[in-house]
């Protein structure tokens, strides 16, 4: 009787390890891998429980203390394996193989093309929206000579100051403080935040080495060149985009389209002129990421070209499809993309 | 060794052997596709102006490049069905040539030989095209492509196949047979300017009643609107790309939005045709089943009534992976998901089965 005692603490003490492992271990693939699969686990894991609480109450197996015991621990340490196995397939196939995504979410200063940035809307008393977003690149304003940065119009919901606040990367300090939008425009899809502390970089991040660059931008790229390209030629531009949810992703132009309509979730429907369609994944937080080519110059080191910023996307197509707009949407606004780094 | 350490064993060994053969089943269903290529097969892709018959004969491939007939025209601008994922995959194909030129040129004239016998007059055509291209320090991707210009409208494509793979099945060349029709529309533009026909169209669709169109159009198609474009040029997954005058895109079958699509295509050609000759062909890209485009912020609604805060999120769920887009990632959740049912069901049996021994040795 004593021995029985015994070895029921012994499993209750190892259950309760054994449920502050899963749960720590739940968190952290909840984080990385999203809701669906975290249900998946703690089905799994009730499951486990149901079973372990079957072979310890089961009158006919209780009677044998010995293999109750083996058992039940047994059954624990394999799931609990299973799910130290699990975690680290999807950590590993997360959380490292998401091209670069965990540098956009960094600090920033000064501010970069292709990192995150945070803005709260107030529409009014009653509704506020938060959005995420990435930065596209520097330019100057060419009315003010004002240097700042643009992403695209709807993360603001096309709203100036003082009903957005922007925060880099995001609200959780007040120093991320960066202002407001502006300017926005519709047909170009674009707002402008003046911040004097930006620099013309694109932050890539290189799959092929694991490391992330700040690459300075040297020239930009207009909508007829890359028409001329796409239709006399028949070339496909090969581009990069890099984004606060998908990182740095590689794609190609397939179409150059003078204007096009974009449906916003908030905004409805909207012309924008100067459209690039590509073969290049983005997905919700992407909105105005650079989309650039970057190149090794010998002698001179990593360069980008810019073409545009992202606008719109349907990322369950396979291909996935992406739709930005060319430079010429943003030169046609007043602003000038800074070049040289 | 105990009975119960003997099950785990095996539990643990069936629960290995499970995801393995999970992980080779997926293998092998992708060993099928690439299997399949091997065997002679036809396959159309509608890539805007163009359509693409794709034909693997013995270890060449042959891509047969027609006009694409419209699916309806009216005042010479066509609607002309644009397949999304094959023309990426036709554009990803790379153009195979490693034989000699000699050589070619010695097969190629067996091939017009063999044509001219029963009056298909050819012209091959050696041609440098670009595939990829970089801007800054031009840093571009050029291929030889080996191209025969045959009146596809008067000679039988299959025979065509046959005469031209018969003699190239043993190189692993990629044969590109044009037809004259298509060379007819690229004569057409180059005679009024290439770039001026795109300079025209832009101005066109700049218009304020072009405008007008674009935006109509979103709220006919309601739910079966996917994407509108109006003006610009699309690349050719074979040669030179096109200039095109608009690009439909929608969720569901041509038959479902016809009516509404047509008017588009009346109305804009009504529009084009006081500028641009009727003479010139123009093509608007209609995708069924197509890409339904929004805009990408991620973000949540916060409403604020009487102090409390209701967070409603939106497009939050969306920002994760999704496996189409990762068919690796797919994999390995699908060998985890059926590894991790079979390992337990196999549990549970053997438990059932452990405990009916028990049952049965305390039974006796």
Known sequence: MAKKIKDHRCVNIMKIDSQRVYILILKEV???IGISMFDLLYILSVYCTKLIKFINFSPNII???????????????????????MTSIFSTLFLTAQNGVEYTRLRYRPLIGGIQIWSTIRYNQSLIVYTNCT????????????VGVISAGHCSEFLTVPNVDTYQPDNSLSNNYIGGPTFTNRSSDMLFIPYVNSASYILYYDNYTGNAYQVPVIDIVKYNDVYYTTNIMGGQLPIYKTGRTTGTTYGSIYYAGGYCTIYGNLTGPYNVSYCLLAHLLSMPGDSGSPLYFEGYIEGIGDRAWLYGHVVAANWTLNPPLTIAVAVDGVLGSGYTPLTGG | MSKGMVYLQTLLILLLTLSIINVVYVDAQNEY???????????????????VINVSYGNATILIDIPNPPIYSYRNVHLVLFDHKCFYELSQHKMRSPIPQEIFKEKSENVKKRFSEINITTDVIVRNVVLTLSPGPINASVEWRYIFIIDLSKAPIDLIIKIIGEEFKDTRATIIVYDKRLIEIRDLYDRYGILKIGEEIRNIVSSEEAQVLLKNIITELGDYFGFAGLGGASSSPVDRGWPTLAYISVT????????????FVREIADITRRKISEQIPLYIYFSEYGPRVVAIPELELVTTQNNTN??????????HVSPDVYPEAHKIFRMIYIG????????????????ILIRNRYNR
């Open chain 1, 30 to 32: 909840r984080r990385s």
């Open chain 1, 63 to 85: 009677r044998d203390t010995k293999v109750t015991t083996s058992l039940t621990t047994k059954i624990s340490i394999l799931f609990i394996i299973a799910l130290f196995v």
């Open chain 1, 135 to 146: 930065i596209g690149y520097t330019v100057i304003e060419n009315s003010t000579g004002s």
């Open chain 2, 252 to 263: 569901s079958s041509y038959s479902d939005v016809s009516e509404i699509v047509k008017r």
């Open chain 2, 33 to 51: 596709i690439i299997e399949k290529s091997f065997y002679t097969k036809y396959s159309v892709c509608h890539a805007g102006v163009e359509a």
């Open chain 2, 310 to 319: 209701t967070m409603i999120p939106r497009q939050l769920n969306q920002t």
């Open chain 2, 340 to 355: 991790s049912v079979a390992g337990g069901l196999s549990l549970l049996m053997a438990i059932v089965f452990h405990r």
